[in-house]
Nanobody, 123 residues
């Protein structure tokens, strides 16, 4: 079974930090581009950040630039999203996804998706 599993979500105060993890089983992430997406209630799913198979990172939305950092640990078959200075508008279900060819903000480019982890930023 090919799976991506997100973890690390939870409740955090504005200005706080959280690290999300995306772990793969049944396949290796080494040669995939891994994107983080999020979906807030009543809103469309949007791309947040992506890391290429070579380790190059790209912010997919301007609002997270300078606050979120994506990284990968191929030995652990895991990709991380380190989030700092969290804002209430960051509240969403966060998903990771794997793409064969491109580090893209388009959901259609991604082959595998996780089930999501809830991030709630509230005082």
């Amino acid at each position: 079974q090919l799976q991506l599993v997100e973890s690390g979500g939870g409740l955090v105060q504005p200005g706080g930090s959280l690290r999300l993890s995306c772990a793969a089983s049944g396949f290796t992430l080494d040669y995939y581009n891994i994107g983080w997406f999020r979906q807030a209630p009543g809103k469309e799913r949007e791309g947040v950040s992506c890391i290429s198979s070579r380790g190059s990172s790209t912010a997919l939305v301007d609002s997270v630039k300078g606050r979120f950092t994506i990284s990968r640990d191929n030995a652990k078959n895991t990709v991380y999203l380190q989030m700092h200075s969290l804002k209430p508008e960051d509240t969403a279900v966060y998903y990771c996804a794997a793409s064969y060819y491109y580090c893209s903000g388009l959901m259609a480019e991604y082959t595998y998706w996780g089930q999501g982890t809830q991030v709630t930023v509230s005082s």
